[in-house]
């Protein structure tokens, strides 16, 4: 494996992230998630494969992907200074198979969430020291904030995410969808004050969606953050030809998601040059998000041992400078989505 620095800051991890989203014992909404049993030898053929990078987050599963997790490394024995753990705080964890993450703030204040979600002090210390027992660790790699609070001064946010790395309960902060201002603003809040500033940008990103090239991208670069892009794949969309694609089980329950024709094309695009090289469309698609050089590792789902191979194998395949353009040039502008 060939690890690589996340931004500027000394950590050092694969270019690949082991996406916990896949791991919770609450199927619903995410019927396609594995349970304990099936997670865990999977989890444990990451870290043998030289996947050190895993990124969870406390609403994923109600907290349960965080508990496998930190099973998979106490029942295989990883070695805890050589992997980076990753987890989030903003949304509310659910209680009783409630699901407040698709709640208003009434709704959830009035359901008993009163300030157990958002980025205040009181959240953000509350939040990691409920990830830190459900992981049964000691400390978190990296901390990212799930999205941007518009209710919390910047102040209060930036000054508490440093307090939690000088406590010794997280290493490094990062940060995740939003506008590039918002980032701007909270960066220089943090360097103003000597505070503790983020070093990597968690945003959707892929062939099919690369709005964030115009503004965010360029902000990372120079505030020398990391990418780890959520969904390089398109939630599976370029891992299979798109005919297909709703016939799996994540796919069928997402198939009133609209992709356009020129989505369409840039699958079909991808399929080419996968039947051309013999590969599969997942290494192609995951290894030209690898070839942009603001992305240090884009975060996949991965349910099974043979895609974890996959994701290994896509780390070394390089896409001809003729192959990148053939899908780039397919690409047409697109809302922004994935935060508000």
């Not at 895993?54 to 295989?76: C, H, M, P, R």
């Not at 953000?124 to 830190?132: E, K, Q, R, Y």
């Amino acid at each position: 494996m060939k690890y690589v620095q996340l931004g500027t800051s000394g950590l050092r991890i694969a270019p690949i992230g082991v996406g916990c989203m896949s791991y919770g014992a609450h199927r619903t909404p995410n019927e396609w998630s594995l349970q304990e049993d099936d997670a865990l030898p999977v989890l444990d053929h990451c870290y043998r494969s030289g996947l050190n990078f895993f990124d969870t987050a406390n609403v994923y599963s109600a907290g349960s992907s965080e508990q496998i997790l930190g099973k998979a490394i106490k029942k295989y024995a990883w070695n805890r200074d050589s992997i980076v753990v990753a987890t989030k705080v903003h949304f509310p964890v659910g209680r009783n198979g409630e699901k407040p993450i698709g709640w208003g703030a009434d709704q959830r204040d009035n359901a008993g969430y009163l300030n157990q979600y958002g980025l205040s002090r009181k959240h953000i210390f509350d939040s990691v020291d409920a990830s830190l027992r459900r992981l049964d660790l000691s400390y978190i790699d990296l901390l990212q904030i799930h999205r941007f609070d518009p209710t919390t001064p910047i102040t209060e946010t930036m000054e508490a995410l440093h307090d939690v790395v000088k406590s010794g309960k997280v290493r490094y902060i990062g940060a995740s969808s939003m506008w590039a201002h918002q980032l701007l603003e909270m960066q220089y809040t943090a360097r103003m004050n000597g505070w503790t500033q983020f070093i990597s940008m968690q945003n959707l990103y892929n062939p099919i969606y690369r709005e964030e090239e115009r503004e965010m991208f360029p902000a990372c670069l120079k505030f020398g953050m990391g990418g780890v892009p959520w969904s390089p794949l398109a939630a599976g969309f370029l891992a299979r030809p798109w005919k297909t694609w709703a016939d799996t089980t994540r796919g069928n329950g997402m198939s009133d998601k609209p992709f356009s024709e020129a989505d369409k094309r840039i699958n079909e695009k991808i399929e080419e040059i996968a039947s051309q090289r013999g590969v599969s469309m997942a290494i192609v698609a995951i290894a030209w998000c690898l070839s942009k050089p603001f992305i240090t590792a884009p975060i996949l789902g991965l349910g099974k041992k043979e895609r974890v191979d996959e994701a290994v194998q896509a780390v070394e395949f390089e896409l001809s400078e003729e192959e990148s353009q053939s899908i780039e040039e397919l690409y047409e502008p697109k809302k922004v989505t994935g935060h508000k």
